[in-house]
C-alpha cells in the first residue's frame, strides 16, 4: 500500500469516527490488531456492541466501498470480533457488524454512508 493510500484510508477513518460519534455511538477502540487482522473502530451503540469496517474510495472505479467487503472478509472480522471479545473480557448481549463507506469526491466533502449490521 503507498503512503498516499494510507493516508487517504486514515482520513477516511477519521471522518467515519466524527460521523459515529455525531450519530451518538461510544468508541471504546481504534485499530485494534492482532497477528491475525485488524478491526478500524469497536464502538457502543446503546447496548450494542459495534465492530466497525471502514472502506474509503476516491472513485467508483472498483465498486463502492462497501462492496469492498466480501464473504472472506465478513468471516475474518467475526473471528477478529470473536478474539477481542475474549481478550478484553467485555461482554455484550448483542453485537453487530457494521460497514462505513467513506467516498472522497475530487471537491467538497466527504461522504459517509453506515451501513447497520451488513453481515
Known amino acids: 500500500m503507498t503512503n498516499r ?5 486514515a482520513y477516511g477513518e477519521r471522518c467515519a469516527l466524527r460521523h459515529l460519534i455525531e450519530t451518538g455511538l461510544r468508541p471504546i477502540a481504534r485499530n485494534w490488531r492482532c497477528s491475525a487482522g ?3 473502530i469497536i464502538a ?12 474509503t474510495r476516491r472513485t467508483e472505479q472498483f465498486g463502492s466501498p462497501a462492496e469492498a467487503v466480501v464473504r472472506a472478509k465478513a468471516r475474518r472480522l467475526r473471528g477478529l470480533a470473536a478474539r477481542w471479545l475474549a481478550e478484553t473480557g467485555t461482554t455484550a448481549d448483542e453485537v453487530r457488524f457494521d460497514v462505513l463507506s467513506v467516498r472522497l469526491p475530487a471537491a467538497g466533502h466527504a461522504r459517509v454512508e453506515h451501513l447497520r449490521g451488513a453481515f
Not at 5 to 9: E, L, R, S, T
Open 5 to 9: 493510500n494510507q493516508a487517504v484510508g
Open 38 to 40: 485488524e478491526i478500524d
Open 44 to 55: 457502543w451503540d446503546g447496548e450494542i456492541l459495534a465492530f466497525c469496517e471502514v472502506k
